[in-house]
T-cell receptor, first 117, second 112 residues
Framework: GNSVTQMEGPVTLSEEAFLTINCTYT??????LFWYVQYPGEGLQLLLK?????DKGSNKGFEATYRKETTSFHLEKGSVQVSDSAVYFC????????????????FGTGTLLAVQP | DGGITQSPKYLFRKEGQNVTLSCEQN?????MYWYRQDPGQGLRLIYY???????QKGDIAEGYSVSREKKESFPLTVTSAQKNPTAFYLC???????????FGPGTRLTVL
């Protein structure tokens, strides 16, 4: 079945350090891939997405490239800030079939990022 | 402002009581979803609805019920049959069933 595996956290970095959070997936077909971010006590916000192989999603300095050959969608940022401290979730869209396809998000377990000043 | 609202933010209930969590969206989205989040885990799908007056079970529907009488509203009832109801509940919506999902701020339910 479809699944997402993320690197375990917490990831602790100093401000302005380079960030990589690894995400690999298993899926049938051609899913879309997403990164969501969750700040403490809040819901999830869409950070970026990619809908097909070799697409690069980017937002707020974060980037991730959809790599079909390695089944990966690693999140990167060149220089993190204290305000980036949050939990990051990688997700893929599977399909539920009931009277037509519906997008079902399958999540990784999340990676806590802590950025120190 | 368009968005998804969930109320209340925190909810406390005694064991054995049913409780209903509210989810409203003014984005004119067709599809709505309920997820549950437990510490250290990803989100798991409880129920989803593609259109008004239609909804389907997700991966962990036991002990939960929903209704979709209006396009903008998708309330979730946590019944006494749910064995471990304490969790963070997130509602989401998407313009159409196959589109990107957007999330509300969540409701933290604690059963005492």
């Amino acid at each position: 079945g479809n699944s997402v595996t993320q690197m375990e956290g917490p990831v602790t970095l100093s401000e302005e350090a380079f960030l990589t959070i690894n995400c690999t997936y298993t899926a049938t077909g051609y899913p879309s891939l997403f990164w969501y971010v969750q700040y403490p006590g809040e819901g999830l916000q869409l950070l970026l997405k990619a809908t097909k192989a070799d697409d690069k999603g980017s937002n707020k300095g974060f980037e991730a490239t959809y790599r079909k050959e390695t089944t990966s969608f690693h999140l990167e940022k060149g220089s993190v800030q204290v305000s980036d401290s949050a939990v990051y979730f990688c997700a893929l869209s599977g399909w539920m079939n009931y009277g037509g396809a519906t997008n079902k998000l399958i999540f990784g377990t999340g990676t806590l990022l802590a950025v120190q000043p | 402002d368009g968005g998804i609202t969930q109320s209340p933010k925190y909810l406390f209930r005694k064991e054995g009581q049913n409780v209903t969590l509210s989810c409203e969206q003014n984005l004119n989205h067709d599809a709505m979803y309920w997820y549950r989040q437990d510490p250290g885990q990803g989100l798991r799908l409880i129920y989803y609805s593609q259109i008004v007056n239609d909804f389907q079970k997700g991966d962990i529907a036991e002990g939960y019920s929903v209704s979709r009488e209006k396009k903008e509203s998708f309330p979730l009832t946590v019944t006494s049959a749910q064995k471990n109801p304490t969790a963070f509940y997130l509602c989401a919506s998407s313009p159409r069933p196959m589109d990107t999902q957007y999330f509300g701020p969540g409701t933290r339910l604690t059963v005492l």
